[in-house]
DNA sequence: TCCTTCAGCGCAACCCGGTTGCATAGAGAT
DNA sequence: ATCTCTATGCAACCGGGTTGCGCTGAAGGA
């Protein structure tokens, strides 16, 4: 699509644009939700699946994008919103259905944050819902 | 210890005591924190990996232990505290320590449980904070 | 007590997502 | 044009989890 976007995201944080590079980009910044290693071989079929883990290795380190795990097995990426890098405080809320396997994003719902016992120091938070979603409720 | 609370326990939740079954729950109630399925492998030496797996398996089913994920890619497992199935407001907070890499089961932290927007039917929580223990943190 | 039956178990093989070593291709620098 | 170093593809590997299958041993019935 608009790759000149990804271009300049790229290299705003660092990273080298490279044609392989801008193809996961895209694909992610594409992406109704998140999107699995997996999901990303199937839409990338010329792209070698090392490829895209190194790829997706290089953008997490430079916070480009986070991932999440939503107990599926499959790890889900998914581009960080701000221009910043993603902080404790922007983690968001992950809804998992278990009928349709969908990882669903709820952005507007920021990842509460518990205050833990004395000694204990917090660097992430991963909090995610699994139930039915809309469409596989009715 | 004391095998005969164990075989109590699963004839409630109509589970048949077999040995394996009594040193599995054995197992995991002595456990400090949270077992993964390999370190039960570990403790239970003369045990095949399948059976394990298999009675973890019925366990869950019956509600006798449920399942954290912590991102680590092994699933670790817990008794269920109280008498009856384990609920949504009975999920606690997990802690993740990124050097030890051990699982804290903070007990007396409930999972926080947002509002969801409308349709979307939640069944668990899953709320794992990652970071440093206090054994790690100095 | 003996026989039948079936759940429980061990063994081995398999699956799949993730990861790594290595050789090549390609971009950037000189 | 040549050199250098990064990026990529290929293939093999790894480890947790899962399954098929045959044996075993306990429960139940004659």
């Known amino acids: 699509m608009d790759s000149l976007r990804c271009i300049e995201r790229l290299e705003k944080k660092g990273v080298r644009a490279t044609s392989i590079r801008i193809l996961v980009l895209d694909a992610l910044m594409n992406a109704s939700g998140t999107m699995s290693l997996a999901d990303l071989e199937a839409v990338l079929e010329t792209v070698d699946k090392s490829s895209i883990f190194r790829t ?17 097995g499959s790890i889900k990426f998914e581009v960080c919103e701000g221009e910043d890098d993603c902080t404790i405080a922007d983690m968001h ?22 205050d833990l016992p004395e000694g204990f120091q917090a660097n992430s938070v991963n909090y995610i819902i699994k139930g039915l979603c809309p469409d596989c409720c009715r």
Chains 1, 2 share one sequence.
């Open 56 to 72: 997706l290795e290089i953008f997490e380190k430079h916070h480009l994008v986070h991932s999440i795990d939503d107990g599926t």
């Open 93 to 114: 809320t992950h809804f998992y259905c278990e009928k349709c396997h969908r990882t669903f994003c709820l952005k507007e719902i920021s990842a509460p944050l518990v």
